[in-house]
């Protein structure tokens, strides 16, 4: 899924609402839902950008262990096949 908006450009839009703009008219203004404003808020609140950025660096690096850990529990699952098999 393509996403429409960086980090940097959530993170001004959460400025800009902390600033003092409405939610709807933010939301109007920029083109995204209010769901998508506040899904964002509990999500990057808070933040600044290099604390995004950071986030997005450990989101892909926990997917690239998973993926690592999936691989690794196959593997011992195809050789306790091979040891059944031959005993």
């Known amino acids: 899924m393509k996403k429409r908006f960086t980090e940097e450009q959530i993170l001004d839009f959460l400025k800009q609402a902390e600033a003092g703009v409405p939610v709807k008219e933010l939301c109007r203004r920029h083109g995204f ?3 998508s404003f506040y899904t964002w808020r509990a999500k990057f609140g808070g933040m ?3 604390d995004a950025k950071r986030l997005k660096d450990l989101e892909l690096e926990n997917s690239r262990l998973k993926k ?3 691989e690794a529990h196959l593997n011992i699952e195809a050789l306790k096949v091979v040891v059944r098999g031959k005993g």
Request: no cysteine; net charge negative.
């Open 68 to 70: 690592l850990l999936a």
């Open 33 to 35: 839902s209010d769901a």
């Open 48 to 50: 600044t950008v290099p």
